[in-house]
């Protein structure tokens, strides 16, 4: 599994066919009425090659109002995570304010727990994307969900290694305020066990900031 929107109802189902299934039911009240039903519309940005630089190669996951490709920056053929702001929900302010929010707190942000952030900005149709590493495994909530209480020895090893991430954050002034199982992604990578990534900083607040218009900002439901 790889790097998701943080509302997984929300996980993937493990089979294919449900997968598909469950990304069309997302992509309808994504985008509305220009979904036709029983169809996919994610999957027309599929092969594209957004702003010339990431070829859109398949969908990943669909969250509350963006969608996750797996995409290859073709300059380098890096595979990456490509986070695509659809709909009317590019015209939101509020919802806008969240992605850019997430984009730029990220960007400043360099600890090897901290999902990282490639590059951000507006394709040219005018849809917003943030392009970030590209993660196999999966978050702590899945891990959670299906074998229960962690023993001591593992929730330490990864609560200090949450506590690595939380502390450049800080350092920076940037607080997460959303720090939840399905926001700690646990990653596959060779002699590491795991080996935690903190995403979602799309209600971040950095530090000595005004308040106002922050409710709009975290109000239930609205979560990439």
């Known amino acids: 599994m790889s790097t998701t929107p943080d509302d997984a109802d929300d996980q993937p189902p493990s089979e294919s066919t449900s997968l598909s299934a469950e990304i069309s039911r997302k992509a309808a009240r994504l985008l509305g009425a220009s979904a036709r039903p029983g169809t996919n519309p994610f999957d027309a940005h599929i092969g594209r090659a957004l702003c010339g630089r990431y070829r859109i190669d398949s969908v990943i996951g669909a969250g509350g109002f963006g969608v996750v490709f797996r995409a290859t920056h073709l300059a380098v053929s890096q595979p990456v995570a490509l986070k695509l702001m659809l709909g009317e929900h590019v015209s939101n302010a509020s919802q806008v304010a969240r992605f850019e929010r997430e984009a730029m707190s990220v960007s400043r942000l360099r600890a090897p727990n901290t999902i990282r952030v490639f590059d951000f900005g507006r ?7 943030i392009v970030m590493e590209l993660l196999a495994g999966r978050p702590l909530s899945s891990v959670l969900a299906e074998v229960g209480a962690l023993s001591p020895r593992r929730v330490a090893a990864i609560g200090v290694q949450i506590a690595k991430s939380l502390a450049e954050a800080h350092e920076a002034g940037i607080v997460h305020r959303d720090l939840k199982p399905d926001n700690i992604f ?5 002699g590491e066990e795991d080996y935690v990534k903190v995403l979602d900083f799309g209600i971040a607040k950095l530090v000595g900031e005004q308040d106002a218009g922050q409710n709009e900002l975290t109000r239930q439901g609205a979560i990439i």
């Open 186 to 190: 646990l990653a596959d990578l060779p």
């Open 123 to 129: 394709d040219e149709h005018g849809n917003l994307f």
